[in-house]
């Protein structure tokens, strides 16, 4: 059996006991998942090697939360009592959340326990001899960076919410840390051990993607990982790094750790083959009968209309469920806010041939599909009638870029007087972002796509970035130029690309927009405006700049505290 094909089949049999020990975080069972008894077989070793990744793949919708509901681009407001929740996504979104929230318990606990897995697993590989069970040592080698590599993963989600965190490296509590150590402790330790790491990864080989070695660290994953680390290392330890990020970040470009490039369309590294495509560095493998936790629940499946499994002609799974949307770039009379950060479609509409911006609709044939966004009336075909989708309270959708209690106005209806506001939403209320296709029943591509954790464009992004901090702001347009012209028809390119190759002024502001285009809803905008300054000083739609700078990391959860009686709660919270 291929490694990807037994990876996925290992994910699917463990499922049962996995999914379960994933949301109850008062049972210690992680540690229990090996004992001296457990290797018996090579396809134990493998079980035991892919459970943190599979813990990993379903924490992702922890994270896509504690980063997009505070920021600017993505929010979750009371639409007709749906999604209230006792104001809980109000509190994120106007950064007034405490340790008594639940979700800033969500980070650490998924991040915790990929860690305390990791940590068993790498105790037991220690003393395993791999010729018991038909393995070299290189092969149990990979296996150990490669769970390495996942839990320097799990330490940078860390060090971005909480910041001061404990180091646990060992099942053997006395090796690791009572309490809280220093940021530039945990920074520290990733950076040695991505370092020690990556010569011990598999290189890509050719082209087409990772294709059955997706989903399996390899050199330009781990290379990728200290890219994010030092472009953020000004904001975790106070000191900058993008010289060093600039180094990691054209290794991998100029093919040192395998052959990737930019997709010619924007939509391949999110399509139902991608693990084709030379953009994706690194992916949870998934597909609809086995492990797809991004098209569950927490993240894309609930950031799209109630009902509208009936446009899309996917009705496997039953409806969808409005938790995110676009926070609007429109007032309720129908005005253009003037705020410099948030107004995530109005960004996307300063390019208005963007192919993104079109209506998002799956094409004749199979797998094909256009546009990125739901908007407008959604309409489909039953039984050779053409209806519209209605939301859960009875009316049509007519879905806009604003947000306010419009139920079932014409779309030409402005609402004066009325105050657009997390409070007072309807189910009308804000665009709807569809990064992954959702295709039709029985197209073999319907919810097969694997979840891009890691694409080319971030590397380019980030050394972009490092070029126009340095002042060299001509080379920056050209790097982010490189994935923007797949965006536009090529006789818009002069009037949409950045300059020299265009005629767009990059500056400091159009570059965090740019930011937002590429990666909206990638689970990433909070950390990108807190490396900016502007998460706590910022004004978006309905949110005020904050009365201090403790907002960027979260409170440690009341209940992790009375846990463990060694940490102490983070600066500018009550314990």
Same mark, same amino acid.
């Given at each position: 059996?291929?490694?990807?094909n037994?990876?996925q089949?290992?994910?699917?049999?463990?499922?049962?006991i996995?999914?379960?020990?994933?949301?109850?975080?008062t049972e210690k069972?992680y540690d229990?998942?090996?004992?001296?008894?457990?290797y018996?077989?090579?396809?134990d070793?493998?079980?035991?090697?892919?459970?943190?990744l599979e813990?990993a793949?379903?924490?992702i919708?922890a994270?896509?939360?504690?980063?997009e509901?505070?920021a600017?681009?993505l929010?979750?407001?009371n $639409?007709?009592g749906?999604?209230l929740?006792?104001?809980?996504?109000?509190?994120?979104?106007y950064?007034k959340?405490?340790?008594?929230?639940?979700f800033t318990r969500?980070g650490?606990n998924?991040?915790?326990?990929?860690?305390t897995q990791?940590?068993a697993?790498?105790?037991?590989?220690v003393?395993?001899d791999?010729?018991?069970?038909?393995?070299?040592?290189?092969?149990l080698?990979?296996?150990s960076?490669?769970?390495?590599?996942m839990r320097?993963?799990?330490?940078i989600?860390?060090?971005?919410?909480?910041r001061?965190?404990?180091l646990?490296?060992?099942r053997n509590?006395e090796l690791n840390?009572k309490?809280?150590?220093?940021?530039q402790?945990?920074?520290?330790?990733i950076?040695?051990?991505?370092k020690?790491?990556?010569?011990?990864l598999?290189?890509k080989?050719g082209?087409?993607?990772?294709?059955?070695k997706q989903?399996?660290w390899?050199q330009?994953?781990?290379a990728?990982?200290?890219?994010?680390l030092?472009?953020n290392?000004?904001?975790?330890?106070?000191?900058?790094m993008?010289?060093?990020c600039a180094?990691?970040?054209q290794?991998?470009i100029?093919g040192?750790y395998?052959t990737y490039?930019?997709?010619?369309?924007?939509?391949e590294?999110?399509?139902?083959n991608?693990?084709?495509?030379?953009?994706?560095i690194?992916?949870?493998t998934?597909?609809k009968?086995?492990?797809?936790?991004h098209?569950n629940t927490?993240m894309?499946?609930?950031?799209?209309?109630?009902?509208?499994?009936?446009?899309?002609?996917f009705?496997?799974f039953?409806?969808m469920?409005?938790k995110?949307?676009?926070?609007?770039?429109?007032?309720l009379?129908?005005?253009?806010?003037n705020?410099?950060?948030?107004m995530?479609?109005?960004?996307?509409?300063k390019?208005?041939?963007?192919?993104?911006?079109?209506?998002?609709?799956?094409?004749?044939g199979?797998?094909?599909?256009?546009?990125m966004?739901?908007?407008?009336?959604?309409e489909?075909?039953?039984s050779?009638?053409?209806?519209?989708?209605?939301s859960?309270k009875?009316?049509?959708?007519?879905?806009?870029?604003q947000v306010g209690?419009?139920k079932?106005?014409?779309?030409?209806?402005?609402?004066?007087g009325?105050k657009s506001?997390?409070?007072?939403?309807d189910?009308?209320?804000?665009w709807?972002?569809?990064?992954?296709?959702?295709y039709r029943d029985?197209?073999p591509?319907a919810?097969e796509?694997?979840?891009?954790?890691?694409r080319?464009?971030?590397?380019?992004y980030?050394?972009a970035?490092?070029?126009?901090?340095?002042g060299?702001v001509e080379?920056?347009?050209?790097l982010?130029?490189?994935v923007r012209?797949?965006?536009y028809?090529s006789e818009?390119?002069?009037?949409?690309l950045?300059k020299?190759?265009g005629?767009v002024?990059?500056?400091?502001?159009e570059?965090?927009?740019?930011?937002? $285009?590429e990666?909206l809803?990638?689970?990433r905008?909070?950390?990108?405006?807190?490396?900016?300054?502007?998460?706590?000083?910022g004004t978006?739609?309905d949110?005020?700049?904050?009365?201090?700078?403790?907002?960027?990391?979260y409170?440690?959860h009341y209940?992790?505290?009375?846990a463990?009686?060694d940490?102490v709660q983070n600066?500018?919270?009550?314990?």
């Amino acid at each position: 059996m291929k490694m990807k094909n037994k990876i996925q089949y290992i994910i699917a049999a463990i499922l049962a006991i996995g999914c379960l020990s994933c949301t109850d975080l008062t049972e210690k069972v992680y540690d229990q998942i090996v004992t001296e008894n457990y290797y018996n077989t090579k396809d134990d070793v493998i079980r035991a090697y892919v459970r943190p990744l599979e813990h990993a793949f379903w924490s992702i919708g922890a994270n896509f939360g504690m980063q997009e509901q505070p920021a600017d681009q993505l929010g979750t407001w009371n $639409r007709e009592g749906d999604w209230l929740d006792g104001g809980n996504y109000q509190r994120w979104h106007y950064h007034k959340w405490s340790s008594l929230d639940g979700f800033t318990r969500d980070g650490w606990n998924a991040n915790f326990q990929g860690i305390t897995q990791i940590n068993a697993v790498l105790d037991d590989f220690v003393t395993l001899d791999p010729a018991k069970f038909g393995m070299t040592q290189a092969e149990l080698d990979e296996f150990s960076s490669g769970l390495r590599t996942m839990r320097a993963w799990f330490y940078i989600n860390l060090l971005d919410q909480y910041r001061n965190i404990p180091l646990a490296i060992s099942r053997n509590q006395e090796l690791n840390s009572k309490g809280q150590v220093s940021p530039q402790e945990v920074f520290d330790f990733i950076e040695t051990e991505l370092k020690a790491v990556i010569p011990m990864l598999p290189v890509k080989q050719g082209t087409g993607g990772n294709q059955l070695k997706q989903g399996i660290w390899n050199q330009a994953g781990a290379a990728s990982l200290l890219v994010k680390l030092y472009l953020n290392a000004e904001k975790w330890i106070g000191t900058a790094m993008y010289s060093e990020c600039a180094v990691y970040a054209q290794d991998i470009i100029d093919g040192k750790y395998g052959t990737y490039r930019v997709a010619d369309r924007w939509d391949e590294p999110f399509d139902w083959n991608n693990e084709t495509s030379d953009e994706v560095i690194y992916a949870f493998t998934a597909s609809k009968s086995r492990a797809r936790w991004h098209m569950n629940t927490d993240m894309y499946w609930w950031s799209l209309p109630a009902n509208a499994h009936f446009y899309f002609g996917f009705m496997e799974f039953g409806g969808m469920n409005p938790k995110y949307a676009l926070q609007p770039s429109r007032d309720l009379m129908g005005n253009l806010y003037n705020f410099e950060l948030g107004m995530p479609v109005g960004k996307f509409q300063k390019y208005p041939e963007d192919y993104r911006l079109k209506k998002y609709r799956n094409l004749p044939g199979t797998s094909q599909r256009e546009g990125m966004f739901l908007y407008g009336y959604l309409e489909y075909t039953e039984s050779g009638q053409t209806k519209r989708v209605q939301s859960p309270k009875g009316y049509d959708y007519y879905i806009r870029d604003q947000v306010g209690p419009f139920k079932n106005a014409a779309p030409s209806v402005t609402l004066p007087g009325v105050k657009s506001e997390m409070a007072n939403a309807d189910h009308n209320s804000g665009w709807h972002p569809v990064k992954y296709p959702v295709y039709r029943d029985g197209d073999p591509g319907a919810i097969e796509s694997d979840f891009a954790l890691i694409r080319l464009p971030e590397i380019y992004y980030s050394l972009a970035e490092c070029k126009f901090r340095a002042g060299d702001v001509e080379e920056a347009g050209r790097l982010l130029n490189v994935v923007r012209k797949r965006n536009y028809p090529s006789e818009y390119h002069n009037d949409y690309l950045y300059k020299p190759e265009g005629v767009v002024e990059l500056t400091q502001a159009e570059l965090l927009d740019e930011w937002g $285009r590429e990666f909206l809803a990638e689970g990433r905008r909070r950390t990108d405006l807190i490396r900016w300054n502007k998460f706590t000083t910022g004004t978006w739609w309905d949110k005020e700049p904050d009365a201090g700078n403790h907002w960027e990391i979260y409170p440690i959860h009341y209940e992790v505290l009375g846990a463990n009686p060694d940490l102490v709660q983070n600066p500018g919270y009550e314990n």
